[in-house]
């Protein structure tokens, strides 16, 4: 008995907490492209530098709070910044929109038009990010590291194995939580949520009710940068911040987004968990876990790992073509990508 503790609590230490904290930062980046999917009718791929963007922002002003010597002590010093990395986020995509897409937006232009112009406005966001920034790793976590480390969830269980609980998880799920628990109820209850609702639904019965266009563009808008903002403070947070990774990431969020219903917030964030446990679970070596559950003094020969953690995103890619194979519509049935 005391072997299958052990061996679900190497299960929980090395995949159940590390994919549940990467799938709630996945699942807010892929809110966001739902979104803009949903309302603006097309792919957003600038998306991932706009979270670069937000961070970026996010750093910078960490970095000055750290240098005053302002903080939050145990807890890092980015959650004060982080309001102004939205704010900047936020400004970006409003200007971004009012002088790029805007105007396509006036010619009806086709979604695979709006679709070719966000990736001029990623590489336009890339290059700003790496002139400001720099290409290069930066560190801007601060305070407690753990809540529980391996070495005291050893001596509290007296196990063999153990679980170590870093903070900026915790930090992930409950912020996850509570923004995708505020993003429901104003979609749901507010005025300007419904209205959305209904722009989406049918534009041009939109317009008849009243419904101005422009505000609902705006207002998508200004959720879609808060998303990628909090979502790339997260995921830097939790792992590093390198402006390249987040072209990489777009690729996860992406696979997240079709898989579950593009254009489905619900299946969005259902689509990033299984996204993001299926990314820990190929890449995790089992020996040492089917070890714990076979007879005595007994591991298989091999790492038993499908592939190396060099090829992680490459189980993204193979999801995206699954589905989009066989089931274009995602679990949640989403509308179809024109």
Same mark, same amino acid.
């Given at each position: 008995m005391e072997d299958i503790v052990n061996a679900l609590a190497l299960f929980a230490n090395y995949v159940a907490v590390p994919a549940t904290a990467y799938g709630a930062q996945l699942a807010l980046g892929a809110l966001g492209v739902t979104l803009i999917f949903g309302i603006l009718r097309f792919a957003n791929f600038a998306h991932g530098e706009m979270m670069s963007f937000g961070t970026m922002a996010t750093i910078l002003v960490t970095w000055g709070l750290q240098d005053a010597g302002i903080g939050l002590g145990p807890f890092p010093t980015a959650l004060l910044a982080l309001p102004v990395g939205i704010l900047a986020a936020i400004t970006m995509a409003l200007v971004v929109d009012r002088t790029v897409f805007r105007f396509y937006r006036r010619q009806r232009s086709n979604p695979i038009?709006?679709?070719?112009?966000?990736? =001029?406005?990623? !590489? /336009?966001? $890339?290059?700003?990010?790496? #002139?400001? #920034?720099?290409?290069?790793? *930066?560190?801007?976590?601060? =305070?407690?590291?753990?809540? #529980?480390? $391996?070495?005291? !969830?050893?001596? /509290?269980?007296? /196990?063999?194995?153990?679980?170590?609980?870093?903070? +900026?998880?915790?930090? +992930?799920?409950?912020?996850?939580?509570?923004?995708?628990? $505020?993003? !429901?109820? !104003? /979609? *749901?209850?507010?005025?300007?949520?419904?209205?959305?609702?209904?722009?989406?639904?049918d534009e041009d019965l939109a317009l008849l009710s009243g419904i101005s266009p422009e505000r609902v563009v705006a207002i998508c808008w200004i959720i879609a940068a808060a998303l990628a903002a909090i979502a790339g403070t997260l995921y830097g947070l939790d792992k590093t911040y390198k402006p390249f990774i987040f072209l990489q990431i777009l690729l996860p969020i992406f696979a997240a987004t079709i898989l579950g219903g593009i254009g489905q917030p619900v299946g969005a964030i259902l689509g990033a968990f299984i996204v993001a446990f299926s990314e820990v679970m190929v890449t995790y070596a089992f020996r040492k876990f089917l070890a714990y559950l076979g007879p005595q003094d007994w591991a298989p020969d091999g790492l038993v790992q499908l592939l190396s953690t060099d090829y992680k995103f490459a189980v993204s890619f193979i999801i995206l073509v699954v589905v989009l194979l066989i089931r274009p519509t995602g679990i949640i049935r989403g509308k179809v990508i024109v």
């Amino acid at each position: 008995m005391e072997d299958i503790v052990n061996a679900l609590a190497l299960f929980a230490n090395y995949v159940a907490v590390p994919a549940t904290a990467y799938g709630a930062q996945l699942a807010l980046g892929a809110l966001g492209v739902t979104l803009i999917f949903g309302i603006l009718r097309f792919a957003n791929f600038a998306h991932g530098e706009m979270m670069s963007f937000g961070t970026m922002a996010t750093i910078l002003v960490t970095w000055g709070l750290q240098d005053a010597g302002i903080g939050l002590g145990p807890f890092p010093t980015a959650l004060l910044a982080l309001p102004v990395g939205i704010l900047a986020a936020i400004t970006m995509a409003l200007v971004v929109d009012r002088t790029v897409f805007r105007f396509y937006r006036r010619q009806r232009s086709n979604p695979i038009v709006f679709a070719i112009v966000s990736v =001029g406005v990623m !590489f /336009l966001l $890339a290059g700003l990010v790496r #002139i400001i #920034i720099g290409p290069d790793d *930066q560190s801007f976590a601060d =305070g407690a590291r753990f809540v #529980i480390n $391996a070495r005291e !969830f050893k001596e /509290l269980t007296g /196990l063999e194995e153990g679980i170590a609980i870093k903070q +900026t998880q915790i930090i +992930t799920v409950v912020v996850a939580g509570a923004v995708v628990a $505020a993003l !429901f109820w !104003f /979609l *749901q209850k507010t005025r300007s949520g419904k209205a959305m609702r209904a722009y989406s639904d049918d534009e041009d019965l939109a317009l008849l009710s009243g419904i101005s266009p422009e505000r609902v563009v705006a207002i998508c808008w200004i959720i879609a940068a808060a998303l990628a903002a909090i979502a790339g403070t997260l995921y830097g947070l939790d792992k590093t911040y390198k402006p390249f990774i987040f072209l990489q990431i777009l690729l996860p969020i992406f696979a997240a987004t079709i898989l579950g219903g593009i254009g489905q917030p619900v299946g969005a964030i259902l689509g990033a968990f299984i996204v993001a446990f299926s990314e820990v679970m190929v890449t995790y070596a089992f020996r040492k876990f089917l070890a714990y559950l076979g007879p005595q003094d007994w591991a298989p020969d091999g790492l038993v790992q499908l592939l190396s953690t060099d090829y992680k995103f490459a189980v993204s890619f193979i999801i995206l073509v699954v589905v989009l194979l066989i089931r274009p519509t995602g679990i949640i049935r989403g509308k179809v990508i024109v």
